[in-house]
């Protein structure tokens, strides 16, 4: 999985970690300015496959200077405390929220197996705590500068609260994380991801039009790769999250899970061929999960309001 060009930016990198071993799912990026940063670190199952990337691109680990973490879920994070050991150069940039959870990733990591169940879990790996002198907590706006190219990071909550979007300033392409969804290329298909405990609806409709304010070139999801029609990305996520959750509220406890899954699944997934069914649905259920709590929480708060 060598670091692959992309054709819009002669120093911007894509490398597929071919995470949970499904092909064009997890996308970890190179930017190789006159300062060299990694943005997302897949799990802590793809840290060896990212280094073997970085040396096979002509690299070594310790050329790199910034590790950037697009939230600290464990399939965006997980790799940081793992890829540092061979990097001694590199700090990782992250959400001022995430900071203190990758100094001390216990509660992370067991917060993601309660959500997960313990065979998920398993695939998505662990953490290891990050010195806190190794660490950069970043707030709105601020800027992280390699040389041609000028990072901007931006507070994108709503799939979760430590969530960021990267603007590269050079090429207005933006690093989506998971703020906008999952992209399954060649099926171009758009799926909503809303994973519990703390996703938030309303605030991921605001992060989708402050995208749009930024009027990006493309956009580079995590989950996976260039989009090359942002525009049209976006609005049909604004669309597809209040039609999930709308799905959720009022069918899950008539027909259960596993018909709100296969109505999800229709709605968004019908003409998938180069992503197994099963593979698809496992994510569904995670959106499942998280939107009922959330639809929980916002009853909760109803009625105590």
């Given at each position: 999985m060598p670091f692959q060009p992309l054709s819009f930016d002669a120093e911007t990198h894509l490398a597929d970690v071919r995470m949970f071993g499904q092909p064009a799912f997890g996308a970890v990026y190179l930017v190789d300015d006159d300062r060299k940063a990694i943005i997302e670190t897949g799990t802590s199952w793809d840290a060896e496959r990212i280094l073997e990337a970085i040396r096979r691109f002509g690299l070594r680990p310790n050329d790199i200077d910034a590790i950037v973490v697009s939230h600290i879920h464990l399939d965006h994070a997980g790799g940081a405390g793992f890829l540092l050991e061979s990097m001694p150069r590199a700090k990782v940039f992250v959400h001022e929220r995430g900071y203190k959870h990758l100094v001390d990733p216990t509660r992370l990591v067991s917060s993601a197996r309660e959500a997960l169940g313990q065979k998920e879990a398993e695939i998505f790996g662990t953490m290891k705590p990050i010195?806190?002198?190794?660490?950069?907590?970043?707030?709105?706006?601020?800027?992280?500068?390699l040389g041609k190219h000028s990072l901007v990071f931006f507070d994108s909550p709503g799939h979760a609260p430590h969530e960021?979007?990267?603007l590269?300033?050079?090429?207005?392409w933006v690093y989506t994380g998971d703020a906008a969804g999952l992209y399954f290329p060649g099926d171009e298909i758009l799926m909503p991801i809303a994973p519990a405990p703390a996703f938030d609806l309303e605030q991921s409709l605001e992060t989708f039009r402050r995208l749009l304010t930024l009027q990006p070139r493309g956009l580079l999801f995590s989950h996976y790769g260039p989009h090359t029609?942002?525009?049209a990305a976006i609005e049909a996520m604004i669309a597809a999250y209040?039609?999930?959750?709308?799905?959720?509220?009022?069918?899950?406890a008539s027909i259960g899970e596993e018909g709100v899954m296969r109505e999800l699944y229709d709605m968004s997934c019908r003409a998938a061929k180069r992503y197994s069914r099963d593979f698809l649905e496992r994510r569904i259920r995670v959106s499942i999960a998280g939107l009922a709590a959330y639809h929980e929480r916002m009853e909760h708060a109803a009625r105590n309001g």
């Open positions: 010195p806190g002198d190794r660490l950069v907590p970043v707030k709105d706006r601020d800027r992280l500068d960021l979007t990267i590269d300033e050079r090429n207005r029609k942002p525009k209040p039609a999930w959750a709308r799905v959720v509220r009022d069918k899950l």
